[in-house]
Each structure stands twice: as C-alpha cells, then as structure tokens.
C-alpha cells in the first residue's frame, strides 16, 4: 500500500465484545463478555495483502468479518473508502457510498467452501446467482461467457466441464477456487480469506497461495488472509509486498513486512510463533519462548499486557498497563512491546515471581 494513498478499508479502535450470557438470570450476573477483538486500529490499502496470524482464539475472524462488515463492531468504527459501513448499513441518510455497494466490494471466502456451496445445485448455477442480484443486465449468454472466463482462469478446464459439475463432485481444492471465482465476480475491492487453504494438502497450498497472487495482481484487488501458519503467512506477504499482524488475545501485537516480522521478530510472542513454525526455526538451538502453553481466558483476560502471563521476559510493569503499538527502527515494523522502548520504566520494574524461580531454577547445575 502506497503511504500516501488513502485506504480502502480502515479499521480504527475498533472493539467486538460477545455476551456469552443469556435468559432472565443474565440480568443479574456480572458481564461474561468474551472480548474477541479489543483497541484495533488497521489500514488496508489498494492491491494490499495483510496476513493476520496467530493461535485459534486470539481474534483473528472476528477482526477479519468486522473490517469487512459481517461483524459489528462493540466499540470504534469502520470505513470503506471513508465512509462509515455501518452508518451506510443502518440507512443513514448523509452517507455517500450505499450499503449494496460496501456488501458488493466486500467479499469473503469461508475455511470450508463446500458448506457455502448449494449442494443441489451445478457449479454454472451457483456461480450464476450473484451476477443475476448485481448484474441483472447481463444476458444468461453473457452470464456464461463471463463464468467460464474466470473458471478458465483458475485452472479449471475445461470450463464447460467443471461447470456442470455438482458440489460434492469436486475436490477440496477445486471448491475453494470455486469460491474464489465467486468472490471475483463481484469485482471486489477487498477478499477476506478466512483460512481458506488450511484444509488443502501442503502440496496444494503453495500452487493455491500463487493463484491468489496471481488474481489479486490481475484484478487489483486487495486481500485480508488468516492463517495460524506463520510460514503460509511469509510466503504470501513476501511474494506480494504486504504486512503481516500478528494477534494475541484480541489485538495486534506486532505488524511489518515478512523480513520484519520473520527475521527481526520484536514482540515475544511473534518470536515465540516463529519458534513453534518448523520452516522458520533457525539453525542453531533455542529455549522454548513461553513459560507456559495455556492461553488465558478471553473472558477475563490479564491485566496490562496479555502476554505476560506466558512470556519469560515478563516484568511488574508488564501487568501494569497495555504497551501501545508503537513503531521499531522501520517506519512500517511495529510491536506493542515494552522492551522495544529503552527509557521505558519496563528495564527498572523487577521480573515477575514466577520468571524469577524458573531463572533460578534453570542456573541450577544440579537441577536443585
């Protein structure tokens, strides 16, 4: 994303909460609120990649639907091409972009396509429906032309061939180009894909992965991509220019480019997916980054930073208050990390008690 070109899509404070209570006795019970996405702020600008990366449960989907106006967010708001979506969503009269044409530009592809595919009904038949809603003007032999165009190119031919094929007689990998051609149709300014080659077979998730790059090229269409793979997430970053943020518990704790975020991690937990990742482990041996492997409750989440609980670098001022995203030496690398600040009062806290007994433990020659 060029600096000086205004986003697509902006994300800004951005907050989503889910009551997990429910019925007449919620009234009377403190908040249970999960707090999936808390304080987010993020740009996506045109030909964009952002690949948001970490555990199952820190966020990730519910950020990704939110910036793309599926989820409504608790707190902040969301712009596509400055306008407000949820005041164009609820019909405000002073908007300027309708709400048709956000849900038009706004595309998602799901983890599993086969679940969004009409089971009953032919490829041609399904890729069909959204050209009729949007583009009713096109002819049915138009509709088809165009169809077997971009089946054509995915990789699917011949195109007449697939198109008359029913869900259930495609591979896993032919349904999820299916659903991206389905996405494409619309033309959309931005794809959100939502784990969307996870359930392929590692061969296929590179050759899916270039199909991606190739499109968002040709198309000029941005792309938000969510993985828990750190490697998935450097090879699309890397081969397209993008950022990778990585998330914990509901925010974003670390955002640059793959170079950035891979081979000069600054936030203990990105370091700490980097060792977990088999492809981008270094050479020589290293300690387990984490004290522990238990996630906290997102219902009660830790005081200041989240990761303090798991981190071994953690000190009283870790729990104190929550490090803003800030940036490093780059102007595009940025961590929410204590220790990325040397006048920070961090250095002058004192470690945690229980980062204290294992750094004794482990200084132990004799393990007593």
């Not at 169809?147 to 061939?161: C, H, R, S």
Request: proline share 6%; aromatic share 6%.
């Amino acid at each position: 994303m060029s600096s000086d070109s205004d986003p697509v899509l902006s994300v800004d404070g951005v907050s989503v909460h889910f009551d997990t209570d429910t019925g007449l006795l919620s009234r009377f019970r403190e908040s249970n609120a999960v707090r999936a996405v808390q304080n987010v702020s993020l740009d996506v600008g045109d030909s964009d990649v952002v690949a948001l990366v970490g555990e199952s449960g820190c966020g990730k989907t519910t950020l990704g639907k939110t910036a793309i106006g599926v989820q409504r967010p608790t707190e902040g708001t969301v712009r596509y091409r400055g306008q407000d979506v949820w005041a164009a969503k609820d019909g405000h009269q002073e908007t300027t972009i309708r709400a048709t044409e956000i849900r038009r530009n706004l595309q998602m592809i799901h983890q599993d396509p086969g679940s969004s595919l009409n089971p009953n009904r032919k490829v041609l038949g399904t890729l069909a429906v959204p050209l009729k809603k949007w583009q009713p003007e096109l002819s049915s032999e138009d509709r088809r032309a165009r169809i077997f165009g971009l089946l054509k190119e995915v990789g699917m031919t011949p195109p007449n061939d697939y198109a008359g094929r029913y869900p259930h007689q495609l591979s896993g990998g032919e349904k999820q180009r299916v659903a991206l051609v389905r996405a494409l149709l619309m033309n959309p300014d931005v794809i959100l894909a939502d784990e969307a080659i996870s359930a392929l077979d590692v061969s296929l998730r590179v050759e899916m992965m270039d199909l991606f790059l190739e499109l968002q090229d040709q198309f000029q269409t941005s792309f938000i991509f969510i993985s828990h793979d750190l490697s998935n997430a450097r090879y699309l970053a890397e081969e397209s220019g993008g950022r990778i943020a990585v998330m914990y518990l509901g925010r974003i704790v670390e955002i640059g480019t793959a170079e950035e975020i891979v081979n000069n991690p600054q936030h203990p937990y990105t370091k700490a997916l980097r060792w977990a990742t088999p492809d981008l482990q270094p050479n020589e041996e290293t300690e387990q980054p984490l004290r522990t492997v238990d996630v906290p409750d997102p219902k009660n989440p830790p005081s200041g930073c989240a990761f303090h609980t798991r981190c071994p670098e953690a000190r009283e001022a870790c729990t104190a208050a929550v490090p803003d995203l800030t940036g490093t030496d780059a102007a595009s690398h940025k961590s929410a990390c204590f220790r990325a600040d040397d006048g920070h009062q961090y250095w002058d806290s004192e470690p945690l008690e229980a980062v204290e007994e294992e750094e004794t433990t482990s200084a132990a020659p004799d393990g007593r």
